[in-house]
């Protein structure tokens, strides 16, 4: 499965969507795309992950290595249009507990 990843910015914040599956395979080029976007103070990135059908622990990863770079850099981690399925996931992690994680758009 291949997995696509679209990038627009406004003034303020990067926007992500990603389409496919994340894992083991398609893992590092996502995470070849949206850790560079972390570096600088301040940034906010929101992924939309509505068009993902399925993430395992090797996603998980790369979402937590984004969130702590961001969080070091005074930034923001905003993942948002998360299936049912995805919210699951990361109730089971405890990730929910510390991500801005939305089933809808966030707004």
Avoid: C, W
């Avoid at 679209?6 to 496919?20: A, C, L, W, Y």
């Avoid at 249009?81 to 109730?91: A, C, G, P, W």
């Amino acid at each position: 499965m291949k997995i696509m990843i679209e990038e627009h910015q406004n003034d303020k914040e990067m926007f992500v969507s990603v389409t496919g599956e994340i894992d083991a395979y398609t893992a590092p080029k996502l995470r070849e795309e949206l850790l560079p976007l972390s570096e600088g103070q301040g940034k906010t990135i929101t992924v939309n992950l509505k068009d993902v059908s399925y993430m395992d622990s090797t996603g998980l990863g790369v979402f937590v290595g984004l969130f702590k770079q961001l969080n070091k850099n005074e930034g923001e981690l905003r993942l948002v249009e998360l299936s049912d399925r995805l919210v699951r996931l990361f109730e089971l992690t405890g990730l929910d507990k510390i991500m801005n994680i939305s089933e809808d758009g966030g707004r």
